[in-house]
């Protein structure tokens, strides 16, 4: 009698454990939204849609707060993250990170052969394969229309970030070989 007790009171515990935190796997059920722009468990095969599946989740998330409190320029994107909590975000972000990282299968339409601006300036935060960490994002193998794009948008100032001030005012044709650089196959 007293065993069954006990199992209801840790049946109960349980279930109070999971009103609190959420259902496990909400995330992957939020991020299925997701997958209708950014492809298949987050594998872009869009030029100017960037791949998301296996993107650090500190940055996703640092990401989707930013385009929901308007700190970060985007259309569709900035419309679409005002329907999130920071919770719900927080959990889309690790659903949407342990998926894997699929490279862009777009080839870089961008002309251009020597890189101009050193890249060991972008391995001092981005590490030596671009692979990031924590809050700075992967580039390598990322869409190379979008990498264009966002890479002009730090140029022009339009987006901002503190750590990428360097990229600021840098010409269109360096930002195609950097673009390059990342997408090479
Ligand atoms: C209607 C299409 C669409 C949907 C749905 C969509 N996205 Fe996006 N997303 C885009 C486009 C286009 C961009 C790039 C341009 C921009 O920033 O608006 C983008 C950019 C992003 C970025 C920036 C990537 C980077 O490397 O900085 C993140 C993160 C992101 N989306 C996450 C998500 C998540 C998570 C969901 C689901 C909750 C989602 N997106 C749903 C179209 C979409
Ligand atoms: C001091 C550290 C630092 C350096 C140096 C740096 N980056 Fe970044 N980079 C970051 C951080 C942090 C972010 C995320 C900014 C944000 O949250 O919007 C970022 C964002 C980016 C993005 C946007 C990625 C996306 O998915 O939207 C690109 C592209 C990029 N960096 C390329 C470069 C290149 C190319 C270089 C070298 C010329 C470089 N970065 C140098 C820290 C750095």
């Given amino acids: ?51 998301i599946g296996g993107q650090h989740a500190g940055y996703l998330k640092k990401s989707l707060v930013e ?6 320029p985007g259309g569709v ?6 329907g999130y909590s920071d919770g719900q975000i927080d959990d889309i972000s690790k659903a949407v990170a342990s998926w894997k990282w699929k490279n862009s299968p777009i080839k870089s339409a961008f002309k251009g052969k020597k890189l101009a601006v050193e890249t060991e300036s972008c391995v001092a935060c981005h590490g030596k394969k671009g692979e990031g960490s924590a809050d700075t994002p992967r580039i390598t193998g990322q869409s190379p229309g979008y990498l264009k794009v966002v890479l002009q948008e730090f140029s022009d100032g339009k987006r901002k970030s503190p750590e990428m001030e360097l990229i600021k005012g840098v010409a269109a044709t360096e930002l195609d070989k950097l673009v390059i650089f990342y997408t090479r196959k």
Avoid: W
């Fill in 1 to 51: 009698m007293q065993g069954r007790v006990f199992m209801a009171v840790v049946f109960l515990l349980y279930a109070a454990s999971m009103a609190i935190a959420g259902v496990p796997g909400d995330g992957e059920r939020l991020a299925e939204t997701c997958t209708g722009c950014h492809g298949t468990k987050g594998a872009s095969p869009g030029n100017y849609i960037p791949v």
């Fill in 67 to 72: 385009y929901r409190d308007g700190l970060r």
């Fill in 77 to 82: 994107m900035a419309n679409l993250a005002k």
